[in-house]
Structures are given as C-alpha cells and as structure tokens.
C-alpha cells in the first residue's frame, strides 16, 4: 500500500522530495536494477500531465522525485495528483507514495 503524502510546488521554483523504500518489516529495500517514474495530472482521467524527474539511490533504497525551476515555472498553480511508482529488475510495479500537489504562485517573476 503507498504512503499519502501531499507536497507543495512553488512556481518558478526548484522542487525535490526524497522517499525511502522499505519492505512490510519496515526495512530499507534495496533498490539495485529498479527504475522509476512519477507523474502528477489535474484528475486520474487526464491526456494531460507532467513528468517528475526520478532518481534512484540504490543502496540507501531512496527514491529522489523532482522538477527544475524551468519546469515548474510552466505549471499552472492549483491542485493536481501524483504518485510515485518503482519498477522492478522483474517489471513488478509498486505504487510508492500517493497524494495532492499544490502549486503555488509565483509572484517574484522575471519579465
């Protein structure tokens, strides 16, 4: 089952959260050979979305999710859904973490 957890984007701002993967014991996994991918879309039903940046530390079965202030500077605030998925060397998928994004406004924008 994937953790709820709801983040906040700032606009025009760098963005990163770091999840550590860990078994039914509690135990951190070790992620070698995984991949992953997260996405955040307006509704499940969406054509539209956009895509996270992940990153895998293997040993320390950390998971870095992120956007470059270039990225976020194109989202739109409001509210949005994401999770966050890793991929087996196997192809076995599993849901990570699962909330609400906001996005906040930027206010400071260069011209």
Do not use: H
């Not at 770091?18 to 014991?25: C, K, L, S, Y």
């Not at 499940?44 to 992940?54: C, E, K, L």
Request: a negative charge; proline letters at 5%; aromatic letters at 8%.
């Amino acid at each position: 089952m994937a953790i709820k957890s709801n983040i906040v984007i700032d606009q025009g701002a760098d963005f990163s959260i770091t999840v550590t993967a860990a078994d039914a014991d509690g135990d951190t996994m070790d992620l070698s050979g995984y991949t992953g991918r997260s996405w955040m879309k307006k509704s499940p039903s969406s054509s539209n979305y956009w895509v996270f940046s992940v990153t895998i530390n293997e040993s320390a079965g950390e998971v870095v999710v992120s956007m470059t202030s270039d990225d976020t500077t194109d989202l739109v605030p409001g509210r949005y859904l994401y999770d966050v998925e890793i991929i087996s060397p196997a192809n076995k998928v599993t849901r990570l973490v699962e909330g609400i994004v906001t996005v906040t406004p930027e206010i400071t924008r260069p011209v």
